[in-house]
């Protein structure tokens, strides 16, 4: 026989949406109420995505037929732990599924790393997508950078720092972005590497795509590549290490062309020091080499320095802790196995379940967390005879309970009027050929324009 069952999901980004459909799809009979601490959904898509990446952004297109669907009812504007706090879950929902994703960045214990002009990625990433927590205004006056980490998230930020601001107007880049980058007097982008161009954790449209900045030439040295560089039959070696390899070797050919910003590309440098009178004045790195497993790397005792007036680490991110939820320090995720939360001693934690980054660590593009939520929900449907019916079973009453705590809470139709102001926001900004939104960042503004 089969229980009405009611979940609310934290986290309205891609693995919460995700959740939220796979288990309305599973089991049609089940109410879902879907909270975020922002305003606005879509999360990592409307807050981590680069702008000049449509691509990837246009996932909100699949996530916004989700949420339409009926099913999944949205509330933004609510954060877990003080305006919702897990007693009311309990109240009112069987279970609840944790979607926060990852969004601070993994430490880097570097002597200089608190330097003025040393920054993480993860603020920079936020600041440039209009984040509403984040400052309006970011210091980019250096004219020489050092991005440290080799993943997609590296290149995201030294693109975004070695792009014409111009050529980034066609976005939906906010109007204090634009204005901050097109100040940038940026000649020089340094992107580090601590093991070498055979191991690096890009993928092959998001690299192809620097070579194709206007006005940067890529820069690579041939000291980074030892003779035999890129073994194509050793373990562990995919197509897309292939193509990697080969549009790294079509750089390595290329003359400069004389352009005005430059993009280098280091690898075998593992940053040990920060230095500067208060503020970020060079980097040092120990050079480093492969070991006989062919992925692993040493360090060899050569350091080099190089002159750089700010430092951006891009070396992954890291979860944050909810209150009252287990949470695993070592590596910033809730204790889980395979979505069901545990406590320390792997008991698990009746009607708690986690998705995403905050369940798995934040790797992989956003279609794995399809899988992963998949996971979750079928170990929540297996508990099902477990969930405790809640003793209000009933989501206006929790509605009801936020408004007199004074949380201005968004819904879907707020969050429709907002979608319509920003996109005719786009539609007016007769500066460009084409822009399709213009991102409105203020909080309060976005919940007065949701609530109007
Ligand atoms: P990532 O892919 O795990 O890359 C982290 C990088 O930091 C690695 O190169 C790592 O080197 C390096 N690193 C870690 N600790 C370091 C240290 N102490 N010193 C120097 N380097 C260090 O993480 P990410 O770039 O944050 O990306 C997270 C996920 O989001 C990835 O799956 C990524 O593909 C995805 N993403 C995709 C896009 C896109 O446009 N498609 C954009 C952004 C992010 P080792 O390899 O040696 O550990």
């Known amino acids: 026989m089969s229980k009405k069952l009611r979940v609310a999901i934290i986290g309205a980004g891609p693995a919460g949406i995700y959740a939220g459909n796979i288990l309305a799809t599973k089991y049609p009979d089940v109410d879902i109420d879907l909270f975020d601490s922002l305003p606005a959904p879509y999360g990592l898509i409307r807050y981590g995505v680069a702008p000049d990446h449509p691509r990837i952004k246009g996932i909100v297109n699949s996530l916004h037929e989700m949420l339409d669907g009926g099913h999944i009812r949205f509330y ?39 330097l003025e002009g040393s920054f993480g990625a993860a603020d920079f990433v936020a600041w440039y997508d209009g984040h509403p927590d984040y400052p309006r205004t970011w210091p980019l006056n250096a004219k020489e950078v050092a991005v440290l980490g080799n993943g997609n998230v590296a290149l995201d930020v030294a693109r975004v720092l070695a792009k014409h601001a111009d050529d980034m107007l066609s976005t939906d880049i906010p109007a204090n972005v634009y204005a901050g980058l097109k100040e940038s007097p940026v000649t020089d982008v340094h992107v580090f590497g601590r093991r070498g161009p055979a191991q690096i954790k890009f993928t092959p449209i998001e690299l192809r795509e620097l070579g194709e900045i206007e006005d940067v030439d890529i820069v690579l040295y041939d000291e980074d590549f030892p003779d035999g560089w890129f073994n194509e039959v050793a373990e562990g070696v995919t197509n897309q290490h292939k193509v990697m390899a080969r549009i790294i070797e079509g750089w390595r ?56 007036q700010a430092v951006y680490r891009a070396i992954g991110y890291f979860g ?88 201005k809470y968004t819904n879907w139709a707020g969050w429709q009027k907002l979608n319509a102001h920003e996109i005719a926001l786009g539609a007016a900004d007769t500066s460009h050929v084409e822009r399709e939104r213009v991102k409105v960042v203020d909080r309060e503004e976005q919940v007065s324009i949701a609530k109007a």
């Open 76 to 114: 933004g504007n609510v954060e877990f732990g003080k305006d919702l706090k897990l007693d009311d879950i309990k109240e009112h929902y069987h279970a609840v599924i944790f979607a926060t994703g990852a969004i601070k960045d993994a430490a880097l214990n570097i002597p200089g790393v608190e």
């Open 253 to 308: 050919e290329e003359q400069s062309t004389g352009a005005s910003r430059r993009l280098h590309l280091h690898f075998f440098s593992s940053p040990v020091e920060i230095t500067g009178n208060g503020k970020v004045e060079s980097i040092k790195f120990e050079r480093t080499a492969l070991n006989p497993d062919g992925t692993s790397v040493h360090g060899t005792g050569q350091f080099v320095e190089y002159p750089v």
């Open 320 to 407: 944050s802790e909810l209150p009252e939820v287990p949470f695993d320090e070592k590596y910033g995720v809730i204790r889980n196995q395979g979505g069901r939360v545990v406590d320390a001693s792997g008991a698990q934690v009746a009607a708690l379940y986690a998705t995403g980054w905050i369940k798995r660590g934040p790797v992989g593009l956003i279609g794995h967390t399809k899988s992963d939520a998949t996971e979750t929900i079928d170990n929540l449907l297996a508990d099902i005879e477990k969930l405790e019916d809640p003793a209000t079973p009933d989501s206006e009453a929790l509605l009801k309970k936020l408004s007199e705590r004074g949380v």
